[in-house]
């Protein structure tokens, strides 16, 4: 039983790690990324629903994960501040463009699964936007 939990836990990883590469890592400009969140929030209820979308699938694989009250606690905190901001005009849409809400709390689930259940004994994603090589014949 104990197995499952870990397979589970680590399915949530590979996840979260999806998440934050759509949202915040599309395209990396230096230290910094811009995904769907930073573009959306341009966009006044896309933006807003978006936000709570993602925040909603992060905070559903950090409960089946089994992560600690407390990361949980500072991924909804994060999703709220990162949903609020893109309520106001202008200004918000610009602070939630830099606030990388979504990677902060995909991180913490990923710490909090590493500490509870150890790596993974799969290989790493790769983003799905590079093409993969084929063997040539």
């Known amino acids: 039983m104990d197995e499952t939990h870990r397979e589970r836990a680590h399915r949530a990883w590979r996840n979260a790690e999806r998440i934050k590469q759509l949202s915040d890592n599309l395209i990396k400009i230096g230290p910094w990324g811009l995904g769907l969140d930073g573009v959306l929030a341009w966009v006044p209820v896309a933006?807003?629903?978006?936000?709570?979308?993602?925040?909603?699938?992060?905070?559903?694989?950090?409960?089946?994960?089994?992560?600690?009250?407390?990361?949980l606690t500072r991924m909804?905190?994060?999703?709220i501040v990162n949903s609020a901001m893109s309520d106001v005009p202008v200004v918000g849409w610009a602070m939630d463009t830099l606030f990388?809400?979504?990677?902060?709390?995909?991180?913490?689930?990923?710490?909090?699964?590493?500490?509870?259940?150890?790596?993974?004994?799969?290989?790493?994603?790769e983003p799905a936007w590079r093409p993969v090589a084929r063997p040539t014949p």
């Open 100 to 125: 990388r809400a979504q990677l902060m709390a995909a991180n913490a689930l990923q710490k909090d699964i590493l500490a509870r259940w150890g790596p993974a004994d799969v290989a790493p994603l």
């Open 47 to 71: 933006g807003t629903l978006y936000s709570v979308g993602s925040g909603g699938l992060l905070l559903y694989e950090g409960v089946k994960a089994k992560a600690s009250a407390w990361t």
């Open 76 to 79: 909804a905190a994060y999703m």
